[in-house]
């Protein structure tokens, strides 16, 4: 079996269906229920960067979607999502590096935000006030204050959010979730996903140094903390730095853990324990390489780990998901899954399925469809909220070192002020919030 690398899963984005077309003003009369037929869905930008550029490519394989504005603190990115349309025979779309030269414009009917994660809360939020429907990158925010703040925002203003987890839309993940939740598994008692990924390489430890030309490097820090520019915070190596995100945990653990979520009960975590560290990579990274999760639910137990820098996995699987019922376990990853029968049992037969190729094309179509219909897409932002959090309550523990129980009602931290401290974020001046519970 052979893992799609990030690389391959941002590469792999040009078999989209044909679709029907609208526009800005269609969408408008949609909300009124008047239908109208031939015009176009008008995009905003917001971070050009990998992710963003492979969104956008996505985006523009539906010919009633057209990209009138590319935001990005680097003018290089900028130029690489207009040579996405150029390729994509569209017209060349704007520049600006303010994402709120992107929400102030008429002709802007939704956004897609593949900022850094620490970047991802405000723009959503504003684009809701400014009556734009969103598509944000995974994971949802960078912490559970800040998810809550996104989902209240566009439930005030009644937006169709997606959140861009696109294995949400894999058919065969889909499949083999309703086959756990059909019972057929007998009683669920744990499951787990892992990541073990070894082509994440050790980053080196340069020094800070002035920002390369053409980018604003204030801008791009926004609400983060004050530090000088580094080589290894910025870019793709953002991840692995706390002012920013999460590690592997918010990264590819937010990925995996809603295929678990998927065939698992709707129920918030009671308890969570995290242990790791940097045991493989010797860098200036700060995020664990090596981190082992155990959430305690109600009904289940469910175990995350990572590496990075390795890559021989469970079962000889780089990466996947599994749940473990009194019947039988289910394998599954990108290749497909399999039902492997309990030994003592004779309900269940082996089975093997085939994987469903790339979900992307489906995710998007399907927030597409939505901003039609005006409901809520697969992986709206009540679910986003609800998988990125269990992915930051790992991080919780972990970053204070103790054993964390979670009240979801009030969404804090029992009995443990450090740890719920780290509930929510303080931002630099003057970047706010709307919504935000506490700062």
Request: glycine content about 10%; hydrophobic content about 35%.
């Amino acid at each position: 079996m052979n893992a799609m690398t990030r690389r391959q899963f941002v590469r792999n984005t040009t078999l989209a269906a044909g679709a029907a077309a609208l526009s800005g003003p269609f969408i408008r009369s949609l909300r009124a229920g008047e239908p109208g037929p031939n015009d176009k869905i008008r995009l905003g930008v917001i971070g050009c960067g990998g992710m963003g550029q492979g969104d956008l490519d996505c985006f523009l394989e539906n010919q009633e979607v057209e990209c009138v504005v590319i935001c990005d603190v680097d003018e290089k990115n900028s130029t690489k999502g207009q040579a996405i349309c150029a390729k994509k025979e569209r017209k060349k779309p704007d520049t600006v590096k303010d994402f709120r030269r992107v929400l102030d414009r008429k002709d802007v009917d939704a956004v897609l935000i593949a900022t850094p994660d620490h970047w991802h809360a405000i723009p959503t939020v504003m684009a809701c006030q400014a009556g734009k429907d969103v598509y944000v990158e995974k994971p949802l925010s960078k912490t559970i204050d800040e998810g809550r703040a996104m989902l209240t925002a566009a439930q005030k203003h009644n937006r169709v959010v997606q959140m861009g987890s696109q294995w949400r839309s894999c058919q065969h993940m889909i499949d083999a979730a309703e086959f756990v939740k059909s019972g057929k598994l007998g009683k669920l008692a744990m499951a787990r996903g892992w990541a073990y990924l070894d082509w994440i390489p050790q980053i080196g430890k340069p020094a800070d140094c002035p920002p390369p030309a053409g980018v604003d490097y204030n801008m791009w820090l926004g609400p983060a903390p004050q530090h000088a520019f580094n080589p290894n915070r910025y870019h793709f190596n953002f991840r692995w730095f706390w002012d920013y995100a999460g590690g592997l945990m918010t990264d590819w653990g937010v990925h995996l853990l809603n295929m678990v979520l998927m065939g698992t009960p709707a129920e918030a975590p009671k308890s969570v324990v995290s242990l790791g560290g940097k045991y493989v990579l010797d860098d200036n990274s700060e995020t664990p390489d090596s981190q082992v999760t155990t959430y305690e639910f109600p009904n289940f137990m469910l175990v995350w780990e990572h590496k990075a820098g390795l890559g021989v996995g469970i079962n000889n699987r780089p990466w996947g998901v599994a749940w473990y019922g009194t019947e039988g376990t289910i394998m599954m990853d990108d290749s497909g899954w399999e039902v492997i029968p309990e030994h003592r049992k004779a309900n269940l037969e082996p089975e093997k399925h085939k994987g469903s190729g790339n979900p992307r094309p489906a995710h998007v179509r399907n927030f597409l469809d939505c901003m039609k219909s005006r409901q809520q897409p697969v992986l709206n932002l009540e679910r986003g909220h609800y998988v990125s959090t269990v992915a930051h309550l790992g991080n919780i523990a972990y970053r204070s070192g103790s054993k964390i129980t979670w009240d979801a009602e009030h969404e804090k931290v029992v009995g443990n002020p450090v740890a719920d401290k780290l509930v929510g974020v303080k931002y630099r001046k003057p970047w706010k919030l709307d919504y935000m519970k506490r700062s």
